[in-house]
C-alpha cells in the first residue's frame, strides 16, 4: 500500500462549487504540504502543516483552506474553486527532527474547473 | 532569495545516449540540502537523491550520477546509457529554513527529457 494517498485522484468541478482534496498517510511524518503544479511553473506551495495545531500559508495560499484533522490526514478545500485553480495537487509528508528531511509526495490529485 | 535555476526546458536523445540535466541554485543559508525529483508521465513525484551542502561527493547510482559543486552553484543530473523509461520531466530543488523552522522546498521549473527509442 501507498505510504502517501489522495483522493480524489482526479476532479472536474463547474465554478463556484466547493471541492475538498484529502490526503492520509502512513508514515509517521508529522509534517504535511499541499502544492499545486501548473506546466512549466514547477511546484508550489499552497499551506503546510508542522503538526495538527500548527498550520501556515505557503506562496499561493489565496483561494484555499486547509485542515489537519489528524496527525495522519490533511485536506486542502477550495471554498468557491475557479477555472485558474485548474492544476495537479500533491500533497507531501515529512519528518521533523535534526537537520532538514526528505519531502515523500503522494501521486497528486488532477483537478480541472469549467 | 532562494532560487533554482533549470535552464533546459526540455530534452531529447535517442536511447543509449548519455544525458546531463543541469541545475544552477542561489541560496543565503550556509547549510542547505538539494534534492532531485523524477515525475515519470504517470505523473507522481519520486524521490531520487538529497544532499547537503557539507558534502561535495559525486554520487553515482546505477545509471545515474550526481555533480555537486558549490564553488558554482550546481548540482547536476547525469543518465548514463539512458533508457525510453527514463523519459520523465525531472525537477531539482533547494531547501529552505525560515526562523530556524519552516523548511520549505524549493522547486526548478523542471526539464522534460525525452528518450528516442
Known amino acids: 500500500d501507498a505510504d502517501v494517498t489522495q483522493t480524489p485522484r482526479n476532479r472536474i468541478t463547474k465554478t463556484g462549487k466547493r471541492i475538498m482534496l484529502e490526503c492520509s498517510q502512513t508514515k509517521g511524518h508529522d509534517r504535511m504540504y499541499w502544492y499545486r503544479q501548473d506546466p512549466g511553473l514547477g511546484l508550489r506551495l499552497i499551506y503546510y502543516s508542522f503538526d495538527v495545531k500548527d498550520i501556515n500559508k505557503g506562496e499561493i495560499s489565496d483561494g484555499y483552506s486547509v485542515s489537519r484533522q489528524a496527525q495522519a490526514k490533511f485536506s486542502l478545500s477550495l471554498e468557491s474553486a475557479i477555472p485558474n485553480q485548474t492544476a495537479l495537487y500533491f500533497c507531501?509528508?515529512?519528518?521533523?527532527?535534526?537537520?532538514?528531511?526528505?519531502?515523500?509526495f503522494g501521486p497528486g490529485t488532477r483537478l480541472t474547473v469549467l | 532569495a532562494q532560487k533554482v535555476t533549470q535552464a533546459q526546458t526540455e530534452i531529447s536523445v535517442v536511447e543509449k545516449e548519455d544525458v546531463t540535466l543541469d541545475c544552477v541554485y542561489e541560496?543565503?543559508?550556509?547549510?542547505?540540502?538539494l534534492f532531485w525529483y523524477k515525475q515519470p508521465p504517470s505523473g507522481e513525484l519520486v524521490f531520487l537523491i538529497r544532499r547537503n551542502s557539507f558534502d561535495e561527493q559525486n554520487e553515482i547510482s546505477g545509471r545515474y550520477s550526481w555533480n555537486f559543486q558549490k564553488s558554482t552553484s550546481s548540482f547536476n543530473f547525469t543518465i548514463t546509457a539512458s533508457q525510453v523509461v527514463d523519459s520523465a520531466v525531472y525537477f531539482c530543488?533547494?531547501?529552505?529554513?525560515?526562523?530556524?523552522?519552516?523548511?520549505?522546498?524549493?522547486f526548478g521549473k523542471g526539464t522534460r527529457l525525452h528518450i528516442l527509442p
Open positions: 507531501a509528508t515529512s519528518d521533523s527532527g535534526q537537520g532538514f528531511n526528505t519531502q515523500y
Open positions: 541560496t543565503r543559508d550556509t547549510t542547505y540540502y
Open positions: 530543488a533547494l531547501s529552505e529554513r525560515i526562523m530556524n523552522r519552516d523548511d520549505k522546498i524549493i
